[in-house]
């Protein structure tokens, strides 16, 4: 049987403009596009270099799969009159991703990491761009709807790029211009030349063009095309198997390979033999892991995570000799722990820090455990568990001491708290591992760029809502670590009552009881009005009113005996609850006071005051998972 679907390379230019008009399009069961920022970043950088983003898989209209078509987000509305020549089945978010940065030429409604529904211009700074010390991702910067980027809480300007000569005088290149080189080549020439730098600067920008623009030009995209008479069950197959389990290799599977061709096989190392022996994810998976738990709390680092850290070290040392050497600058090799160092780890390198790196990620899991972080389920972030491995292998026995593990606690908090491991953290997790390890152990006294950086605000604590919120899980840890006790047993919640009393986040005030009295849900389901409890506390307190559940407890029954007032105050209050408004069933009263004592207990942990100025945060709450998202979008879009 002939085969019914062809690959081809395509210019990227050429498929962004088949968005444009309309001539390819999407089957309207896709997904919308729920890119957030970093990941565009990411996109742009690999372009820009001219490395493979995957291939794209379309679908030959006018057969018997008569699928509805959809243009892809931000086409004109003109594209919606077109009878489509494709549908595009298997890359759209990439293509929506681009086409937004590129040829729509406006600004791009996207996704921060902390959840904030922001509007960005993308960028390409030159000189990064062109210094090879420099990771690519770090040359793409996203700015505001107004062009300026402001810090120190808008007082001041760090960088205006909101006309043309701005952008001429900063050296930013906008992303929306890459295929339009000699209209921005124009205006920068009469630029330059009315400013008598232009032979300064020309070299640069030729530089530019031929090491940056060119890739963008000249790039090409695989495209598998079905044609049309595949039948429609074939392409819902075909379908799922790509969005599901046709994923491209990893770097672990690319590394594995690498040390076969050495004699070395990776993969035993990670999963063991399938029998006796389980292999490090073994270990990791049962490493601590609690009577009543299935699994630890490493069940998830991946084995690009581990690989991570041991070239973290491996880069750094290569680092160090350079230095030796006398190298300065871009010279200098970076140090990191991103795909492309991966793919580029030797085996010996592999072979010096595994067993470091092990015991990094086994210290890590006795640090969470600390913390009260006992469930994968209530992990802040899952990427921050890198740095913190590779710093805690790189200490060594040093953690042990009070006055080290106190930093690292405050460093852990403010990544947690100041949202600082959302996406795409190559970068911030390379700074942490050249920053803390000597910051924790007082060798140098220069705090580490995740603490500096760190922002939070009291209004946060009211959006909270959402257990997908790393800071939402951060408090809970927070309030089990100061010592909360449970309002029925009065146990403080350590690993033993956590798993044998069933521990979970419920509501103070009833969400029953706050419906009743018309409160809204996005003021009762705040963290502020939750707190940890048992499973079997919280079926005593149901839906009544504080002052009516504080009453059974005291009084007690067949299976639980009466608390007096006075010790059942201080349970209140181990949860940073008064308890004279609980007791009187003010809500309003109790999610001020408790507001405030959370604020509390979160600048005590990240070791700073929150701001407590008057400048907004950029963007939009948007506590949701991607789902959500996707689901406004999808309405907004029809």
Not at 117 to 127: A, L, P, S
Not at 187 to 206: N, P, Q, Y
């Amino acid at each position: 049987m002939a085969s019914t679907f062809k690959t081809n390379p395509y210019y990227l230019h050429e498929l962004l403009k088949d968005c444009s008009t309309g001539v390819l399009q999407l089957p309207d069961f896709q997904r919308s596009w729920v890119w957030d920022e970093d990941r565009i970043k990411s996109l742009i950088a690999s372009v820009s270099r001219a490395f493979p983003v995957g291939a794209l898989m379309t679908l030959e209209t006018g057969g018997d799969v008569d699928f509805k078509p959809r243009p892809i987000e931000g086409a004109p509305e003109s594209a919606r009159m077109v009878t489509p020549r494709s549908l595009l089945l298997d890359g759209q978010q990439r293509m929506t991703s681009l086409y937004q940065v590129t040829l729509r030429r406006q600004v791009v409604e996207t996704i921060t990491p902390k959840k904030k529904r922001v509007r960005r211009w993308f960028y390409i700074d030159i000189k990064k761009a062109l210094d090879p010390s420099v990771d690519r991702e770090e040359a793409i910067v996203g700015v505001p709807e107004d062009k300026i980027i402001r810090e120190n809480f808008g007082r001041e300007v760090k960088l205006d790029l909101s006309t043309s000569e701005h952008e001429f005088e900063a050296l930013h290149y906008p992303v929306s211009m890459v295929f339009a080189w000699d209209d921005w080549q124009k205006l920068f020439i009469e630029h330059s030349m009315k400013k008598g730098d232009f032979a300064e600067k020309w070299d640069v920008i030729r530089r530019f063009k031929e090491e940056v623009i060119d890739n963008f030009v000249k790039y090409q995209v695989p495209v598998i095309t079905l044609d049309r008479s595949t039948s429609k069950e074939a392409v819902c197959v075909v379908f799922e198997k790509v969005n599901t389990g046709g994923k491209p290799l990893d770097a672990f599977e690319l590394v594995t390979a690498m040390y076969a061709a050495d004699g070395h096989e990776l993969r035993k190392d990670w999963y063991g033999d399938g029998k006796t022996n389980g292999g490090r994810h073994g270990r990791f998976a049962t490493f601590l892991k609690l009577t009543d738990s299935e699994k630890g709390i490493l069940a998830e680092v991946g084995n690009t995570d581990f690989l991570q850290v041991i070239s973290l070290f491996h880069t750094r040392e290569k680092r160090w000799l350079a230095e030796a050497e006398g190298k300065q600058g871009r010279d200098l090799p970076q140090v990191t722990g991103n795909r492309q160092a991966l793919l580029n780890l030797p085996l010996e390198a592999y072979k010096k820090y595994e067993a470091q790196a092990e015991r990094g990620f086994l210290t890590a899991a006795k640090f969470l455990h600390m913390l009260h972080i006992y469930r994968i389920f209530d992990l802040p972030y899952q990427s921050q568990i890198i740095p913190l491995a590779a710093i805690l292998a790189d200490i060594g026995d040093a953690w042990e001491h009070e006055a080290v593990r106190a930093r690292l606690v405050q460093w852990y908090w403010n990544g947690v708290f100041g949202e600082l491991y959302g996406s795409a953290v190559d970068t911030r997790i390379s700074r942490d591992f050249t920053e803390v390890p000597a910051w924790a152990t007082g060798k140098m006294n220069v705090v580490p760029s995740t603490i500096s950086e760190a922002v939070f605000r009291p209004d946060r604590l009211k959006t909270m809502r959402m257990r997908l919120s790393a800071a939402y899980k951060g408090v809970n840890a927070l309030l089990m670590k100061e010592g909360a006790q449970d309002f029925r047993s009065g146990q403080k919640f350590d690993h033993t009552v956590f798993f044998g009393e069933n521990v979970d986040i419920h509501h103070i005030f009833p969400q029953a009881w706050c419906e009743a009295r018309g409160i809204k849900r996005e003021v009762y389901d705040s963290i502020i009005n939750k707190t940890p409890l048992s499973y079997r506390t919280n079926r005593i307190i149901g839906g009544d009113a504080p002052s009516s559940y504080l009453a059974k407890l005291e009084a007690g029954n067949a299976a639980t005996p009466p608390i007096s007032p006075t010790n059942l105050d201080a349970y209140l209050a181990s949860h940073l609850i008064e308890p004279s408004l609980i007791r009187a069933d003010r809500f309003e009263a109790f999610m001020a006071d408790r507001q405030a004592k959370l604020l509390g207990l979160i600048e005590k942990a990240m070791g700073k005051q929150s701001y407590r100025g008057d400048v907004p945060e950029e963007g939009i709450d948007d506590e949701r998972d991607d789902d959500g998202i996707e689901a406004e979008m999808t309405i907004t879009a029809q």
